[in-house]
């Protein structure tokens, strides 16, 4: 029950911030053309259009995943898994929600000149505010208790307290390492092209995944202790 009440107190408080970014987001509506950018390059370029309510759609993502934060912590069968770590799930929830927020004025930034086509900005923006939020998460996910929704949840961390507190230090770790490629990237966004900053991204994420996998199975199997 305790976490159902600061669950719902927490998201509510979240859910007004939100709520108020979207009327924001209906003043600006009306002085966005008819077509709007919706679609970015690698160098910034804006290389996809669509229509105006899409900046509408994206304002009103963080009500979805409010939501969903919402609902995780009743339905996981290892509820208690949130009430033993609270504050890293409740500060999550307030950087990733508050990132969406942020986020969701790109396309209202481009339109009216405050992010300028073909600076890079956008990429640099993105991967910085996820590095950001990677490394708050890195150095609290050691104190994440069991659970089957938040964290490194391998079939070993899951069957076994160790395993699990184990794999979420290496969690944290490998956080960091993702932080240090992503600003990296953020920074060369502009120079690199499209198709090899989505590859070096989706390597870096598998890399860093796959590690953690072997990482949890050679703990279970006693080759690390």
């Known amino acids: 029950m305790a976490v159902k009440r600061h669950s719902r107190r927490f998201i509510y408080v979240l859910a007004a911030v939100a709520l108020v970014n979207f009327v924001a987001h209906l003043l600006a509506y009306p002085s966005l053309p008819e077509l709007v950018p919706t679609h970015w ?123 699990w507190d184990r794999t979420q230090r290496m969690g944290g770790i490998v956080s960091v390492v993702w932080v240090a490629a992503m600003l990296a990237l953020a920074l060369f966004a502009g120079a690199l092209g499209g198709e090899l900053l989505v590859g070096l991204f989706v390597a870096l994420i598998l890399g860093g995944t796959a590690w953690l996998y072997l990482y949890s199975y050679l703990v279970f199997v006693g080759r690390l202790r």
């Open 41 to 163: 390059g690698a160098s910034g370029e804006v290389n996809g259009y669509g229509p105006r309510y899409m900046a509408l759609i994206l304002a009103a993502l963080p009500f979805l995943f409010l939501l969903l934060f919402r609902v995780i912590p009743s339905i996981d069968p290892r509820r208690e898994g949130y009430e033993r770590s609270w504050g890293v799930w409740r500060g999550f929830v307030c950087g990733f929600s508050l990132y969406m927020m942020a986020f969701s004025w790109v396309t209202e930034a481009t339109v009216f000149g405050l992010i300028p086509e073909g600076s890079g900005l956008v990429g640099s923006l993105t991967f910085a505010g996820l590095g950001v939020l990677l490394i708050a998460l890195g150095n609290y996910m050691p104190r994440v208790r069991q659970n089957y929704t938040f964290g490194v949840k391998t079939p070993w961390a899951l069957a076994d307290e160790h395993n």
